[in-house]
Protein backbone atom coordinates (compact mmCIF):
# COMPACT_ATOMS: atom_id res chain seq x y z
CA UNK A 1 0.00 0.00 0.00
CA UNK A 2 1.14 3.57 -0.48
CA UNK A 3 0.43 7.06 -1.98
CA UNK A 4 1.57 8.31 -5.75
CA UNK A 5 4.22 10.86 -4.26
CA UNK A 6 5.92 11.55 -7.76
CA UNK A 7 9.26 10.94 -6.64
CA UNK A 8 8.87 13.51 -3.60
CA UNK A 9 10.52 12.24 0.00
CA UNK A 10 7.74 11.10 2.65
CA UNK A 11 8.78 9.61 5.86
CA UNK A 12 5.74 9.54 8.60
CA UNK A 13 6.13 7.61 12.21
CA UNK A 14 3.75 4.39 12.00
CA UNK A 15 2.20 5.81 15.60
CA UNK A 16 -0.05 8.79 14.96
CA UNK A 17 1.30 11.36 17.55
CA UNK A 18 -0.60 12.89 20.06
CA UNK A 19 -0.03 16.04 20.98
CA UNK A 20 -1.59 16.34 24.25
CA UNK A 21 0.52 13.56 25.73
CA UNK A 22 3.55 14.14 27.50
CA UNK A 23 5.05 10.71 25.95
CA UNK A 24 3.83 9.14 23.13
CA UNK A 25 3.88 4.94 22.64
CA UNK A 26 6.72 3.42 21.68
CA UNK A 27 7.38 0.22 19.81
CA UNK A 28 9.97 -2.52 21.74
CA UNK A 29 12.87 -4.07 19.30
CA UNK A 30 10.63 -7.21 19.60
CA UNK A 31 7.38 -6.53 18.65
CA UNK A 32 4.41 -7.73 15.62
CA UNK A 33 3.11 -4.11 14.92
CA UNK A 34 5.28 -3.35 11.73
CA UNK A 35 4.30 -6.93 10.48
CA UNK A 36 0.91 -5.61 11.04
CA UNK A 37 1.05 -2.76 9.97
CA UNK A 38 2.89 -3.71 6.56
CA UNK A 39 0.18 -6.89 6.34
CA UNK A 40 -3.01 -5.18 6.64
CA UNK A 41 -1.64 -1.75 4.16
CA UNK A 42 -0.05 -4.65 1.46
CA UNK A 43 -4.27 -6.04 0.95
CA UNK A 44 -5.55 -4.75 -2.21
CA UNK A 45 -9.04 -3.63 -3.01
CA UNK A 46 -11.38 -2.52 -5.95
CA UNK A 47 -14.65 -1.27 -6.32
CA UNK A 48 -17.77 -3.04 -6.41
CA UNK A 49 -19.49 -1.85 -9.51
CA UNK A 50 -22.33 -4.23 -9.38
CA UNK A 51 -23.09 -2.43 -6.33
CA UNK A 52 -22.13 1.05 -7.57
CA UNK A 53 -24.23 0.72 -10.67
CA UNK A 54 -27.25 -0.65 -8.21
CA UNK A 55 -27.19 2.53 -6.21
CA UNK A 56 -27.29 5.00 -8.93
CA UNK A 57 -29.71 3.32 -10.55
CA UNK A 58 -31.84 2.74 -7.29
CA UNK A 59 -30.94 5.24 -4.98
CA UNK A 60 -34.13 7.20 -5.07
CA UNK A 61 -36.22 4.25 -4.76
CA UNK A 62 -34.77 2.89 -2.21
CA UNK A 63 -33.89 5.64 -0.18
CA UNK A 64 -29.97 4.03 -0.27
CA UNK A 65 -28.26 7.24 0.23
CA UNK A 66 -28.85 10.84 1.03
CA UNK A 67 -27.27 12.64 -2.32
CA UNK A 68 -30.42 13.20 -3.86
CA UNK A 69 -32.22 14.22 -0.63
CA UNK A 70 -33.19 17.35 0.74
CA UNK A 71 -33.68 18.34 4.61
CA UNK A 72 -37.64 19.75 5.59
CA UNK A 73 -35.22 22.35 6.81
CA UNK A 74 -33.27 23.88 4.24
CA UNK A 75 -36.30 25.58 2.61
CA UNK A 76 -37.43 27.56 5.80
CA UNK A 77 -37.37 30.79 5.66
CA UNK A 78 -37.74 31.54 9.24
CA UNK A 79 -34.55 31.55 11.62
CA UNK A 80 -33.71 28.19 12.80
CA UNK A 81 -33.44 27.35 16.06
CA UNK A 82 -30.39 25.85 18.11
CA UNK A 83 -32.04 22.32 17.65
CA UNK A 84 -33.19 22.82 14.38
CA UNK A 85 -29.60 24.28 13.31
CA UNK A 86 -27.79 20.91 14.83
CA UNK A 87 -30.44 18.69 13.05
CA UNK A 88 -29.73 19.95 9.88
CA UNK A 89 -26.08 20.63 10.13
CA UNK A 90 -25.97 16.79 10.98
CA UNK A 91 -28.16 16.05 8.10
CA UNK A 92 -25.92 17.99 5.61
CA UNK A 93 -22.62 16.72 6.92
CA UNK A 94 -24.29 13.14 6.22
CA UNK A 95 -24.67 14.03 2.75
CA UNK A 96 -21.24 15.26 1.78
CA UNK A 97 -20.11 11.62 3.29
CA UNK A 98 -21.98 10.33 0.99
CA UNK A 99 -21.52 12.39 -1.90
CA UNK A 100 -17.82 12.05 -1.25
CA UNK A 101 -17.74 8.19 -1.29
CA UNK A 102 -19.72 7.77 -4.67
CA UNK A 103 -17.36 10.33 -5.95
CA UNK A 104 -14.18 8.57 -4.92
CA UNK A 105 -15.65 5.15 -5.95
CA UNK A 106 -16.59 6.91 -9.32
CA UNK A 107 -12.87 7.54 -9.77
CA UNK A 108 -11.74 4.30 -8.92
CA UNK A 109 -14.50 2.03 -10.39
CA UNK A 110 -12.14 0.95 -13.09
CA UNK A 111 -9.00 1.14 -11.51
CA UNK A 112 -8.11 -2.91 -10.78
CA UNK A 113 -6.00 -2.80 -7.42
CA UNK A 114 -5.95 0.03 -5.22
CA UNK A 115 -4.50 -0.06 -1.22
CA UNK A 116 -5.67 1.53 2.25
CA UNK A 117 -2.77 2.69 3.63
CA UNK A 118 -3.10 2.04 7.90
CA UNK A 119 -1.69 3.11 11.16
CA UNK A 120 -1.39 2.95 14.72
CA UNK A 121 -2.67 5.52 17.33
CA UNK A 122 -1.08 5.72 20.60
CA UNK A 123 -3.10 2.60 22.13
CA UNK A 124 -2.25 0.66 18.91
CA UNK A 125 -5.63 0.87 17.30
CA UNK A 126 -4.78 0.44 13.40
CA UNK A 127 -6.59 3.39 11.70
CA UNK A 128 -6.81 3.78 7.61
CA UNK A 129 -4.90 6.56 6.01
CA UNK A 130 -7.77 7.52 3.73
CA UNK A 131 -10.69 9.67 3.91
CA UNK A 132 -14.29 8.75 3.17
CA UNK A 133 -13.78 5.47 1.27
CA UNK A 134 -12.37 3.02 3.73
CA UNK A 135 -13.40 -0.28 5.51
CA UNK A 136 -13.47 1.71 8.49
CA UNK A 137 -16.34 4.33 7.78
CA UNK A 138 -19.91 4.24 7.21
CA UNK A 139 -22.16 1.23 5.59
CA UNK A 140 -21.71 2.73 1.84
CA UNK A 141 -18.25 2.97 2.06
CA UNK A 142 -17.90 -0.81 3.33
CA UNK A 143 -20.02 -2.15 0.47
CA UNK A 144 -18.25 -0.73 -1.95
CA UNK A 145 -15.46 -2.26 -1.59
CA UNK A 146 -14.20 -5.91 -2.37
CA UNK A 147 -10.99 -7.57 -2.14
CA UNK A 148 -8.77 -7.24 -5.75
CA UNK A 149 -7.46 -10.56 -5.54
CA UNK A 150 -10.66 -13.42 -5.20
CA UNK A 151 -10.44 -17.06 -3.66
CA UNK A 152 -11.49 -20.15 -4.99
CA UNK A 153 -14.81 -21.92 -3.82
CA UNK A 154 -14.67 -25.26 -5.20
CA UNK A 155 -15.83 -29.01 -4.17
CA UNK A 156 -13.17 -28.96 -1.43
CA UNK A 157 -14.40 -25.68 0.54
CA UNK A 158 -17.81 -25.94 0.30
CA UNK A 159 -19.09 -26.10 3.30
CA UNK A 160 -18.32 -22.91 4.09
CA UNK A 161 -20.88 -20.94 2.24
CA UNK A 162 -22.69 -21.29 5.38
CA UNK A 163 -20.86 -18.41 6.75
CA UNK A 164 -21.41 -16.46 4.02
CA UNK A 165 -25.33 -17.02 4.07
CA UNK A 166 -25.37 -16.60 7.84
CA UNK A 167 -23.59 -12.97 6.82
CA UNK A 168 -26.49 -12.38 4.57
CA UNK A 169 -28.87 -12.95 7.60
CA UNK A 170 -26.99 -10.59 9.89
CA UNK A 171 -27.49 -7.83 7.29
CA UNK A 172 -30.95 -8.34 7.00
CA UNK A 173 -31.50 -7.82 10.13
CA UNK A 174 -34.87 -7.86 11.16
CA UNK A 175 -34.02 -9.64 14.98
CA UNK A 176 -32.42 -12.38 12.58
CA UNK A 177 -29.11 -12.07 13.62
CA UNK A 178 -29.93 -13.19 17.24
CA UNK A 179 -31.03 -16.26 15.73
CA UNK A 180 -29.41 -19.54 15.54
CA UNK A 181 -26.50 -19.98 12.63
CA UNK A 182 -28.92 -23.07 11.79
CA UNK A 183 -31.79 -20.98 11.61
CA UNK A 184 -30.04 -18.29 9.75
CA UNK A 185 -28.73 -20.61 6.94
CA UNK A 186 -32.49 -21.96 6.76
CA UNK A 187 -33.55 -18.33 6.27
CA UNK A 188 -31.56 -17.40 3.43
CA UNK A 189 -32.70 -21.78 1.99
CA UNK A 190 -36.03 -20.46 2.56
CA UNK A 191 -35.36 -17.10 0.73
CA UNK A 192 -33.33 -18.56 -1.98
CA UNK A 193 -35.33 -17.07 -5.05
CA UNK A 194 -36.25 -14.02 -3.75
CA UNK A 195 -32.29 -13.09 -2.91
CA UNK A 196 -31.28 -14.30 -6.83
CA UNK A 197 -34.11 -12.12 -7.68
CA UNK A 198 -33.26 -9.36 -5.14
CA UNK A 199 -34.01 -6.24 -7.70
CA UNK A 200 -37.93 -7.28 -7.08
CA UNK A 201 -37.10 -5.01 -3.77
CA UNK A 202 -39.09 -7.68 -1.58
CA UNK A 203 -36.18 -7.96 0.89
CA UNK A 204 -34.31 -5.05 -0.13
CA UNK A 205 -37.40 -2.81 1.49
CA UNK A 206 -37.51 -4.87 4.80
CA UNK A 207 -33.49 -4.93 4.95
CA UNK A 208 -31.91 -3.39 7.67
CA UNK A 209 -28.59 -2.77 6.37
CA UNK A 210 -29.78 -2.07 3.10
CA UNK A 211 -26.67 -1.33 1.55
CA UNK A 212 -24.20 -4.85 2.50
CA UNK A 213 -27.55 -6.64 2.11
CA UNK A 214 -27.42 -5.58 -1.50
CA UNK A 215 -23.68 -6.61 -1.82
CA UNK A 216 -24.50 -9.98 -0.31
CA UNK A 217 -26.77 -10.67 -3.14
CA UNK A 218 -24.59 -9.98 -5.47
CA UNK A 219 -22.04 -11.81 -4.56
CA UNK A 220 -24.53 -15.07 -3.49
CA UNK A 221 -26.08 -15.22 -7.26
CA UNK A 222 -22.87 -14.98 -8.86
CA UNK A 223 -22.10 -17.95 -6.52
CA UNK A 224 -25.18 -19.86 -7.26
CA UNK A 225 -24.63 -19.32 -10.82
CA UNK A 226 -21.21 -20.04 -11.36
CA UNK A 227 -20.48 -22.54 -9.08
CA UNK A 228 -23.75 -24.83 -10.32
CA UNK A 229 -22.83 -23.50 -13.85
CA UNK A 230 -20.40 -24.95 -16.51
CA UNK A 231 -17.31 -23.80 -14.02
CA UNK A 232 -18.15 -25.77 -11.02
CA UNK A 233 -16.23 -23.23 -9.10
CA UNK A 234 -16.41 -19.80 -7.85
CA UNK A 235 -14.14 -16.80 -6.74
CA UNK A 236 -15.63 -15.00 -4.03
CA UNK A 237 -13.99 -10.91 -3.48
CA UNK A 238 -16.78 -10.19 -0.77
CA UNK A 239 -15.43 -9.40 2.82
CA UNK A 240 -17.57 -11.24 5.48
CA UNK A 241 -17.72 -8.63 8.73
CA UNK A 242 -17.27 -10.74 12.02
CA UNK A 243 -18.58 -8.84 15.04
CA UNK A 244 -18.61 -9.54 18.78
CA UNK A 245 -20.92 -9.04 21.66
CA UNK A 246 -20.48 -5.86 23.30
CA UNK A 247 -16.86 -6.21 22.87
CA UNK A 248 -15.49 -3.68 25.41
CA UNK A 249 -17.66 -5.55 28.12
CA UNK A 250 -16.40 -9.34 26.21
CA UNK A 251 -12.53 -7.68 27.48
CA UNK A 252 -14.25 -6.49 30.89
CA UNK A 253 -15.93 -9.72 31.71
CA UNK A 254 -12.39 -11.92 30.50
CA UNK A 255 -10.11 -9.68 32.82
CA UNK A 256 -12.16 -10.55 35.35
CA UNK A 257 -12.70 -14.38 34.87
CA UNK A 258 -16.28 -13.56 35.42
CA UNK A 259 -18.17 -16.61 34.45
CA UNK A 260 -21.65 -15.62 34.45
CA UNK A 261 -21.02 -12.36 33.00
CA UNK A 262 -18.64 -14.03 30.08
CA UNK A 263 -22.24 -16.55 29.32
CA UNK A 264 -24.38 -13.57 28.51
CA UNK A 265 -21.55 -11.80 26.39
CA UNK A 266 -21.65 -15.39 24.63
CA UNK A 267 -18.12 -16.47 25.68
CA UNK A 268 -18.92 -19.79 26.33
CA UNK A 269 -19.32 -23.07 24.25
CA UNK A 270 -22.33 -22.95 21.71
CA UNK A 271 -23.50 -25.04 18.52
CA UNK A 272 -24.58 -23.53 15.35
CA UNK A 273 -27.44 -24.86 16.75
CA UNK A 274 -27.86 -22.30 19.68
CA UNK A 275 -29.23 -19.00 19.54
CA UNK A 276 -26.77 -16.19 20.76
CA UNK A 277 -27.41 -14.08 23.82
CA UNK A 278 -28.96 -10.39 23.77
CA UNK A 279 -27.03 -8.71 26.23
CA UNK A 280 -28.74 -5.62 25.18
CA UNK A 281 -32.04 -6.80 25.49
CA UNK A 282 -31.40 -8.62 28.48
CA UNK A 283 -30.30 -5.20 29.93
CA UNK A 284 -33.34 -3.70 28.66
CA UNK A 285 -35.85 -6.16 30.33
CA UNK A 286 -33.92 -4.87 33.73
CA UNK A 287 -34.77 -1.48 33.01
CA UNK A 288 -37.72 -1.57 31.99
CA UNK A 289 -38.54 -4.04 35.31
CA UNK A 290 -37.10 -1.38 37.38
CA UNK A 291 -39.01 1.41 35.72
CA UNK A 292 -41.87 -0.61 36.50
CA UNK A 293 -40.64 -0.99 40.24
CA UNK A 294 -39.74 2.57 40.98
CA UNK A 295 -43.00 3.91 39.13
CA UNK A 296 -45.21 1.85 41.98
CA UNK A 297 -43.00 2.87 44.44
CA UNK A 298 -43.15 6.70 43.60
CA UNK A 299 -46.72 6.56 42.89
CA UNK A 300 -47.24 4.78 46.86
CA UNK A 301 -45.21 8.01 48.58
CA UNK A 302 -47.58 10.75 50.77
CA UNK A 303 -46.26 12.93 48.48
CA UNK A 304 -45.77 11.53 44.87
CA UNK A 305 -43.21 12.99 42.66
CA UNK A 306 -45.46 13.84 39.82
CA UNK A 307 -42.26 14.79 37.17
CA UNK A 308 -40.57 11.62 37.66
CA UNK A 309 -44.22 9.58 37.90
CA UNK A 310 -44.85 11.12 34.50
CA UNK A 311 -40.97 10.32 33.07
CA UNK A 312 -41.42 7.06 33.63
CA UNK A 313 -44.39 5.97 32.21
CA UNK A 314 -43.40 7.71 29.27
CA UNK A 315 -40.22 5.76 28.75
CA UNK A 316 -42.32 2.09 28.98
CA UNK A 317 -43.87 3.12 26.19
CA UNK A 318 -40.71 3.15 24.37
CA UNK A 319 -40.50 0.14 21.47
CA UNK A 320 -37.05 -0.43 19.70
CA UNK A 321 -35.98 -0.49 23.46
CA UNK A 322 -32.66 -2.54 22.51
CA UNK A 323 -31.96 -0.15 19.75
CA UNK A 324 -32.38 2.59 21.49
CA UNK A 325 -30.06 1.64 24.52
CA UNK A 326 -27.17 -0.10 22.44
CA UNK A 327 -24.83 2.51 21.99
CA UNK A 328 -24.70 3.55 25.44
CA UNK A 329 -24.33 0.15 27.04
CA UNK A 330 -21.32 -0.34 24.53
CA UNK A 331 -19.66 2.98 25.31
CA UNK A 332 -19.72 2.81 29.07
CA UNK A 333 -16.96 0.64 29.47
CA UNK A 334 -15.02 3.25 28.02
CA UNK A 335 -16.06 5.96 30.42
CA UNK A 336 -17.90 7.97 28.21
CA UNK A 337 -19.49 10.58 29.82
CA UNK A 338 -22.71 10.97 31.09
CA UNK A 339 -23.55 13.68 29.01
CA UNK A 340 -22.45 11.78 25.72
CA UNK A 341 -24.17 8.69 27.08
CA UNK A 342 -27.46 10.87 27.32
CA UNK A 343 -26.82 12.43 23.81
CA UNK A 344 -26.48 7.96 22.51
CA UNK A 345 -29.73 7.33 23.65
CA UNK A 346 -31.15 10.56 22.05
CA UNK A 347 -30.09 9.42 18.53
CA UNK A 348 -33.04 8.68 16.30
CA UNK A 349 -35.26 10.79 17.99
CA UNK A 350 -36.06 14.47 16.13
CA UNK A 351 -36.41 17.92 18.22
CA UNK A 352 -40.05 18.06 18.38
CA UNK A 353 -40.81 21.67 20.63
CA UNK A 354 -40.12 23.93 23.20
CA UNK A 355 -42.98 24.22 25.45
CA UNK A 356 -42.32 28.02 28.23
CA UNK A 357 -43.68 27.35 31.32
CA UNK A 358 -44.78 30.19 33.64
CA UNK A 359 -43.49 28.85 37.60
CA UNK A 360 -46.19 31.52 39.07
CA UNK A 361 -48.71 30.65 36.81
CA UNK A 362 -48.43 27.42 35.45
CA UNK A 363 -49.70 28.38 32.22
CA UNK A 364 -47.67 27.07 29.71
CA UNK A 365 -47.56 27.64 25.71
CA UNK A 366 -45.21 27.09 22.54
CA UNK A 367 -45.35 30.36 21.61
CA UNK A 368 -42.06 32.41 22.24
CA UNK A 369 -42.59 36.17 22.86
CA UNK A 370 -40.07 38.69 24.40
CA UNK A 371 -42.13 38.91 27.96
CA UNK A 372 -40.11 36.05 28.60
CA UNK A 373 -37.08 37.20 27.11
CA UNK A 374 -34.33 37.32 30.57
CA UNK A 375 -37.70 36.09 32.66
CA UNK A 376 -36.47 34.16 35.53
CA UNK A 377 -39.67 32.55 35.88
CA UNK A 378 -40.14 31.37 32.65
CA UNK A 379 -39.00 27.21 32.49
CA UNK A 380 -38.10 25.93 29.11
CA UNK A 381 -38.82 22.27 28.65
CA UNK A 382 -37.42 20.87 25.33
CA UNK A 383 -39.71 18.03 23.54
CA UNK A 384 -38.54 15.02 20.92
CA UNK A 385 -40.54 12.57 19.31
CA UNK A 386 -39.10 9.09 17.00
CA UNK A 387 -40.34 8.83 13.42
CA UNK A 388 -40.58 5.49 13.96
CA UNK A 389 -42.98 5.56 16.79
CA UNK A 390 -46.11 7.28 18.31
CA UNK A 391 -44.18 8.93 21.31
CA UNK A 392 -42.66 12.34 22.57
CA UNK A 393 -40.14 12.05 25.11
CA UNK A 394 -38.96 15.47 27.16
CA UNK A 395 -35.41 15.91 27.26
CA UNK A 396 -34.86 15.54 30.91
CA UNK A 397 -36.67 11.64 30.73
CA UNK A 398 -33.39 10.35 28.59
CA UNK A 399 -31.16 11.30 32.21
CA UNK A 400 -33.82 9.57 34.07
CA UNK A 401 -33.20 6.86 31.70
CA UNK A 402 -28.95 7.10 31.90
CA UNK A 403 -29.00 7.03 35.07
CA UNK A 404 -31.24 3.47 35.58
CA UNK A 405 -29.34 2.26 32.85
CA UNK A 406 -25.99 2.58 34.29
CA UNK A 407 -27.27 1.52 37.80
CA UNK A 408 -28.49 -1.65 35.83
CA UNK A 409 -25.93 -2.28 33.91
CA UNK A 410 -23.35 -2.46 37.07
CA UNK A 411 -25.51 -4.61 39.04
CA UNK A 412 -25.50 -7.20 36.90
CA UNK A 413 -21.62 -8.40 37.19
CA UNK A 414 -20.02 -7.38 40.16
CA UNK A 415 -16.82 -7.34 38.18
CA UNK A 416 -17.33 -4.30 36.31
CA UNK A 417 -17.30 -2.11 38.83
CA UNK A 418 -14.57 -3.94 40.74
CA UNK A 419 -12.61 -3.48 37.61
CA UNK A 420 -13.83 0.23 37.18
CA UNK A 421 -12.85 1.35 40.98
CA UNK A 422 -9.18 -1.21 40.52
CA UNK A 423 -7.95 0.73 37.28
CA UNK A 424 -9.30 4.27 39.13
CA UNK A 425 -7.17 3.65 41.95
CA UNK A 426 -4.22 3.13 39.99
CA UNK A 427 -4.87 6.05 37.30
CA UNK A 428 -5.41 8.20 40.62
CA UNK A 429 -1.87 7.58 41.94
CA UNK A 430 -0.18 7.94 38.73
CA UNK A 431 -2.29 11.07 37.53
CA UNK A 432 -1.69 12.97 41.49
CA UNK A 433 2.12 11.81 41.38
CA UNK A 434 2.11 13.67 38.08
CA UNK A 435 3.72 10.65 36.19
CA UNK A 436 2.33 8.87 33.31
CA UNK A 437 0.27 5.43 33.22
CA UNK A 438 2.22 2.62 31.93
CA UNK A 439 1.47 -0.48 30.22
CA UNK A 440 2.92 -3.10 27.92
CA UNK A 441 1.01 -4.60 25.19
CA UNK A 442 2.38 -8.02 24.23
CA UNK A 443 2.28 -6.76 20.18
CA UNK A 444 5.72 -5.13 21.69
CA UNK A 445 3.89 -1.58 21.64
CA UNK A 446 4.78 0.39 25.34
CA UNK A 447 1.90 3.10 26.58
CA UNK A 448 2.14 5.98 28.36
CA UNK A 449 -0.92 7.87 28.92
CA UNK A 450 0.21 11.08 30.39
CA UNK A 451 -2.67 13.44 29.47
CA UNK A 452 -1.42 17.26 30.30
CA UNK A 453 -3.21 20.24 31.20
CA UNK A 454 -4.72 21.85 28.06
CA UNK A 455 -4.91 26.11 28.22
CA UNK A 456 -7.19 26.75 25.23
CA UNK A 457 -6.64 30.47 23.25
CA UNK A 458 -9.06 31.77 20.52
CA UNK A 459 -7.66 33.36 17.39
CA UNK A 460 -9.88 35.51 15.08
CA UNK A 461 -7.77 34.97 11.56
CA UNK A 462 -10.12 37.17 9.81
CA UNK A 463 -10.89 40.84 9.31
CA UNK A 464 -14.37 40.18 7.35
CA UNK A 465 -16.16 38.19 9.90
CA UNK A 466 -16.15 37.64 13.58
CA UNK A 467 -15.43 33.97 13.14
CA UNK A 468 -12.64 32.24 15.62
CA UNK A 469 -10.57 29.10 16.02
CA UNK A 470 -9.85 27.47 19.46
CA UNK A 471 -6.63 26.04 19.77
CA UNK A 472 -5.32 23.78 22.51
CA UNK A 473 -1.76 24.21 24.08
CA UNK A 474 -0.20 21.91 26.87
CA UNK A 475 1.38 22.54 29.90
CA UNK A 476 4.12 19.84 29.64
CA UNK A 477 4.99 19.80 33.95
CA UNK A 478 1.43 19.21 35.06
CA UNK A 479 -1.20 16.22 34.38
CA UNK A 480 -4.50 16.14 34.07
CA UNK A 481 -5.67 15.08 36.91
CA UNK A 482 -9.40 14.19 36.18
CA UNK A 483 -8.56 12.90 32.07
CA UNK A 484 -6.40 10.76 33.19
CA UNK A 485 -8.05 8.69 35.70
CA UNK A 486 -11.02 8.85 33.16
CA UNK A 487 -9.60 7.89 30.29
CA UNK A 488 -7.31 4.86 31.55
CA UNK A 489 -9.96 2.69 31.74
CA UNK A 490 -11.50 3.08 27.66
CA UNK A 491 -7.49 3.04 26.99
CA UNK A 492 -6.93 -0.01 28.19
CA UNK A 493 -9.90 -1.43 26.80
CA UNK A 494 -9.46 -0.13 23.13
CA UNK A 495 -5.48 -1.52 23.48
CA UNK A 496 -6.85 -4.93 23.91
CA UNK A 497 -9.04 -4.55 21.59
CA UNK A 498 -5.92 -3.23 18.69
CA UNK A 499 -3.76 -6.50 21.04
CA UNK A 500 -6.52 -9.29 19.39
CA UNK A 501 -6.93 -7.49 15.85
CA UNK A 502 -2.52 -7.67 15.53
CA UNK A 503 -2.66 -10.67 17.06
CA UNK A 504 -4.77 -12.20 14.65
CA UNK A 505 -3.60 -10.98 11.58
CA UNK A 506 -0.25 -11.96 12.46
CA UNK A 507 -1.51 -15.74 13.03
CA UNK A 508 -3.86 -15.30 9.65
CA UNK A 509 -0.39 -14.29 7.51
CA UNK A 510 2.24 -16.94 9.70
CA UNK A 511 -0.09 -19.58 10.29
CA UNK A 512 -2.53 -19.98 7.99
CA UNK A 513 -1.59 -22.17 4.67
CA UNK A 514 -3.41 -19.71 1.64
CA UNK A 515 -1.49 -18.51 -0.95
CA UNK A 516 -3.99 -14.82 -1.22
CA UNK A 517 -4.34 -13.04 1.58
CA UNK A 518 -7.44 -10.77 2.60
CA UNK A 519 -8.55 -9.24 6.07
CA UNK A 520 -9.35 -6.00 7.49
CA UNK A 521 -10.30 -4.96 10.90
CA UNK A 522 -12.44 -2.62 12.38
CA UNK A 523 -11.16 -1.96 15.76
CA UNK A 524 -13.31 -4.72 17.59
CA UNK A 525 -14.91 -6.00 14.25
CA UNK A 526 -12.99 -8.54 11.56
CA UNK A 527 -13.76 -9.32 8.18
CA UNK A 528 -12.21 -11.79 5.32
CA UNK A 529 -13.88 -13.97 2.27
CA UNK A 530 -16.39 -16.20 4.00
CA UNK A 531 -13.70 -19.73 3.04
CA UNK A 532 -11.37 -18.20 5.71
CA UNK A 533 -14.13 -17.27 8.27
CA UNK A 534 -13.92 -20.53 10.11
CA UNK A 535 -9.90 -19.73 10.90
CA UNK A 536 -10.20 -16.50 11.95
CA UNK A 537 -13.03 -17.66 14.66
CA UNK A 538 -11.03 -20.35 16.16
CA UNK A 539 -7.68 -18.06 15.91
CA UNK A 540 -9.69 -15.75 18.16
CA UNK A 541 -10.79 -17.81 20.83
CA UNK A 542 -7.14 -18.98 20.70
CA UNK A 543 -6.21 -15.28 21.35
CA UNK A 544 -8.40 -14.74 24.13
CA UNK A 545 -7.27 -17.98 26.07
CA UNK A 546 -3.63 -16.68 25.72
CA UNK A 547 -4.28 -13.31 26.45
CA UNK A 548 -6.66 -13.75 30.06
CA UNK A 549 -6.32 -17.53 30.74
CA UNK A 550 -5.48 -17.82 34.67
CA UNK A 551 -5.42 -14.46 35.22
CA UNK A 552 -2.18 -13.71 32.93
CA UNK A 553 -3.06 -10.12 31.38
CA UNK A 554 -4.79 -8.35 34.46
CA UNK A 555 -1.62 -9.97 36.51
CA UNK A 556 1.12 -8.49 34.51
CA UNK A 557 -0.51 -5.18 34.13
CA UNK A 558 -0.53 -5.09 37.93
CA UNK A 559 3.05 -6.06 38.52
CA UNK A 560 4.20 -3.54 35.88
CA UNK A 561 2.25 -0.73 38.03
CA UNK A 562 3.59 -1.68 41.09
CA UNK A 563 7.60 -1.79 39.15
CA UNK A 564 6.54 1.73 37.68
CA UNK A 565 5.29 3.25 41.06
CA UNK A 566 8.29 2.21 43.03
CA UNK A 567 10.75 3.35 40.29
CA UNK A 568 8.97 6.51 39.95
CA UNK A 569 6.41 7.84 42.38
CA UNK A 570 7.48 5.96 46.10
CA UNK A 571 10.62 4.03 46.48
CA UNK A 572 9.64 2.46 49.66
CA UNK A 573 6.29 0.56 47.86
CA UNK A 574 6.43 -3.01 46.63
CA UNK A 575 2.95 -3.37 47.05
CA UNK A 576 3.16 -6.82 49.48
CA UNK A 577 4.89 -5.44 53.08
CA UNK A 578 4.50 -1.99 51.68
CA UNK A 579 0.81 -1.34 50.52
CA UNK A 580 0.43 2.55 50.70
CA UNK A 581 1.47 4.63 48.48
CA UNK A 582 2.79 8.23 49.84
CA UNK A 583 4.32 11.02 47.27
CA UNK A 584 4.52 14.69 46.92
CA UNK A 585 1.78 16.04 44.57
CA UNK A 586 2.52 18.64 41.71
CA UNK A 587 1.83 21.13 44.12
CA UNK A 588 4.37 19.76 46.84
CA UNK A 589 1.58 18.09 49.39
CA UNK A 590 2.00 15.36 50.86
CA UNK A 591 -0.41 12.24 49.59
CA UNK A 592 -1.23 8.79 51.08
CA UNK A 593 -3.39 6.35 48.93
CA UNK A 594 -4.16 2.64 49.10
CA UNK A 595 -2.96 0.82 46.81
CA UNK A 596 -5.89 -1.47 45.20
CA UNK A 597 -5.73 -5.29 45.87
CA UNK A 598 -6.31 -7.26 42.47
CA UNK A 599 -7.21 -10.37 44.26
CA UNK A 600 -10.61 -8.18 45.26
CA UNK A 601 -11.71 -9.25 41.60
CA UNK A 602 -11.28 -12.71 41.00
CA UNK A 603 -14.40 -13.89 42.96
CA UNK A 604 -14.52 -17.33 41.18
CA UNK A 605 -11.30 -19.15 41.84
CA UNK A 606 -12.09 -22.17 39.84
CA UNK A 607 -13.26 -20.18 36.63
CA UNK A 608 -11.15 -20.23 33.88
CA UNK A 609 -11.48 -19.21 30.51
Not at 112 to 126: A, H, K, S
Not at 434 to 444: A, E, Q, R
Request: proline share 2%.
Amino acid sequence: GGFLLNDEMYTESPIIQNLLLSKNAEIDDKNIIYDTINNLSSIGYKINKDVYNFILENNDKYKLTLINSKHKLEDKKEKLGKHQLNELTAFKSKRFVDESILNIADCYKDVNEFFIPVRIDNRGRIYCNTSYLNYQATELAKCLLMFSKGEKIDGKNYITIDYLKIYGANCFGNKLNKESATNRINWVNENHDNILNFENGILIEKAESKLLFIAFCFEYRKFHFEYYGEKGYFYTHLPIQLDGTCNGLQHISMLGLDKDLNKLLNIKESTVDDKPEDFYSIIANLINGTLNFNLNKKKKKKIPDLNKIDAYERLLKLELFRDIIKKTIMTLPYNATKLQGIKYLREGFEFDKVIYINKLTNISTSEYNNDMKNNENIIKEYWVNHPKMNIKLKSTDFTYLYDILKDVLYNSSNSIQLITDYLGKIAEICAKANTFIPWVLPTGLRIYQSYNVVSEIRISPFNFNNFTYKLQTKKKIEMDIAKNIRAFMPNLIHSLDATSLSLLVNNYFNLYDNNVKNIYGIHDCFATTFNNMSFIIENLKLIYIYLYSNKKYLKELDDNIINHIKNYIDVNFDGVTVKKVTFLDFKKRKIVLDYPDINTIFNDLDYDI
